[in-house]
Structures are given as structure tokens and as C-alpha cells.
């Protein structure tokens, strides 16, 4: 649990990682299912959008597959058929092109169909936001109700990593070219430096200079 921090603390401290928590889809806040200020699990749900529409594009999406499914066998069954018979010229190469062709635009329909469906099922399951990291979640910034989506400005929350943390300190040109000379030497263990708070008290955590 080291944490990266300057001697005398003038800066601003910040968690490693700081996910700012947005909509992939367009929808209304239902639910916060979160508390604010408490640490998440990464995969924890924050917030839920209204599921509905979603869930009838999805189930649209899959009667659309079983619909192109059977026009697609439907189609390879009739090619099955002409081949042998074109090749004893018992039907026209027309018909024989005829054929094919609808077997390969029947195919496409299909493949469109199944990318259409993974769309629905990613599309419902961003109803679903979710941490994407394991850290304190922050002060919700919209509220249930709230239309949210691509277009938006609008964060939803934030997501900071608290281990590591770091803290960024404005230093003089004086005390970084102290600081160069006396870094320990290539292979050496870095410095262990400690924070000291505005009450005098010490931060019980030591850490090291990253950069």
C-alpha cells in the first residue's frame, strides 16, 4: 500500500485511476445502486437505465435471426436441389444463378440479422453501468429520472483508486536540482519520503518519488 507523496504535502492528492462514469446508451435513470463516498468492486452496478425498450429491441432482434435463419435453409435447400438438376441441364443455368444468388442474399440477411443481435444484447446489457474499477465512488451528478446517453455532457459519477495514491507537488527549480543530486544512484532503492498533514500530524504510510 505505498503511496507516492512529498515530504511537505502543497499539492493536490489523487487516486491512481480516476474513471469518470458515463452512459454508452441513450435512456432515463431508473436507479442508483450505489452509496456515495463507499468503495465499489470492479462489475459493480452503479446505476440501472430503464431496461424496456431495450429488452423489445433484443426480442425483435431475435425473432429477426429465426426469421433470416429460415429464409437462408430455405434457400440452401432449393440450391440442393437445382444443382444435380442443372448439371443433367434438366433446368436452365438461370435458374441455377437464380439460385445461388438467393442463397447468397439470403446468407447476408442472415449475417446482418446476427450482428443486429449483438447489438441488442450489448445495447441492454449498458442499461447496466457498471464500475470498471475497484475504488470510492463519487458524488452522483445526475439523478433518477434524468434522460443520460451519447450526446450528453453529463458524468454520471466518478470511480477513484485509493492504493495507490498519488500526490502531485509543485517544486522551485532550487529544490528539483536538490532533488537530482541527491537521487540514490541506478539500481539503489528509491527514497523513502513521508507526509506530514497541516495539523502536524504524519501520514502513517510512507512512500517514493515517482517521477
Known amino acids: 500500500q505505498d503511496v507516492q507523496m512529498e515530504k511537505e504535502w502543497v499539492g ?3 487516486g491512481s485511476v480516476n474513471a469518470v462514469i458515463r452512459a454508452q446508451i441513450q435512456g432515463y435513470l431508473t436507479k442508483q445502486v450505489y452509496t456515495e463516498g463507499q468503495l465499489v468492486k470492479k462489475g459493480q452496478t452503479l446505476f440501472q437505465i430503464d431496461p424496456r ?3 423489445a429491441n433484443l426480442d425483435q432482434a431475435k425473432a429477426d435471426v429465426a426469421q433470416k435463419k429460415a429464409r437462408w435453409d430455405q434457400t440452401q435447400a432449393n440450391l440442393a ?3 444435380p438438376l442443372a448439371e443433367q441441364n434438366a433446368v436452365s443455368k438461370k435458374d441455377l444463378d ?5 442463397e447468397a442474399s439470403a446468407h447476408s440477411a442472415y449475417d446482418a440479422a446476427k450482428s443486429a443481435l449483438d447489438k441488442a444484447q ?3 446489457g449498458f442499461t447496466r453501468i457498471i464500475s470498471p474499477i ?3 465512488a463519487g458524488v452522483a451528478k445526475a439523478q433518477i429520472g434524468n434522460l443520460v446517453g451519447p450526446g450528453t455532457v453529463e458524468e454520471l459519477t466518478t470511480v477513484s483508486t485509493v492504493d495507490p495514491i498519488k500526490v502531485w507537488v509543485p517544486v522551485s527549480e532550487q529544490e528539483f536540482l536538490a532533488a537530482q543530486a541527491s537521487k540514490p544512484a541506478p539500481g539503489q ?7 506530514v498533514l497541516a495539523d502536524g500530524s504524519v501520514y502513517p504510510k510512507t512512500g517514493e518519488f515517482a517521477f
Do not use: H, W, Y
Request: glycine share 8%.
Open 189 to 195: 532503492p528509491k527514497r523513502k519520503i513521508e507526509l
Open 122 to 124: 450489448l445495447d441492454l
Open 12 to 14: 493536490s492528492m489523487d
Open 53 to 55: 425498450t431495450f429488452q
Open 98 to 102: 437464380d439460385a445461388i444468388g438467393n
Open 134 to 136: 475497484d475504488g470510492v
Open 81 to 83: 436441389r437445382i444443382k
